[in-house]
């Protein structure tokens, strides 16, 4: 089991940049492919980015590639979520997931696919 714990949220004018961190607790850190995802007001819960248990493949929802960047450092039992250019549009609450998957290292975009969930930490962007 893992305990998941974001920070890094907060108001950014659009065109800023935010750095988000997720923590994880356990020593079996390695073997979680990791993922951020993102609920707006009124909306589901959509996927933004996922990384890859140890080789760095990474994966993006389309609508922020070129801007965010997903990265993690097992050694540190955390996820980042670097966004820049932020837009209005990015404004949700964030949540960090992980997945238990020692038979799968790839990146994966499904919701279902994860067994454990941040709190969230809200971004918000202002036009």
């Known amino acids: 089991q893992v305990q998941l714990v974001e920070s890094g949220g907060g108001l950014v004018r659009a065109g800023g940049s935010l750095r988000l961190s997720c923590a994880a607790s356990g020593r079996t850190f390695s073997w979680y492919r990791m993922g951020w995802f993102r609920q707006a007001p009124g909306k589901e819960r959509e996927f933004v980015a996922a990384i890859s248990r140890s080789d760095g493949i990474t994966y993006y929802t389309d609508s922020v590639k070129g801007r965010f960047t997903i990265s993690r450092d097992n050694a540190k039992n955390s996820v980042y979520l670097q966004m820049n250019s932020l837009k209005p549009e990015d404004t949700a609450v964030y949540y960090c997931?992980?997945?238990?998957?020692?038979?799968?290292?790839?990146?994966?975009?499904?919701?279902?696919?994860?067994?454990?969930w941040g709190q969230g930490t809200q971004v918000t962007v202002s036009s």
């Open positions: 997931a992980a997945d238990w998957s020692p038979d799968s290292s790839r990146p994966t975009p499904i919701i279902g696919d994860y067994d454990y």
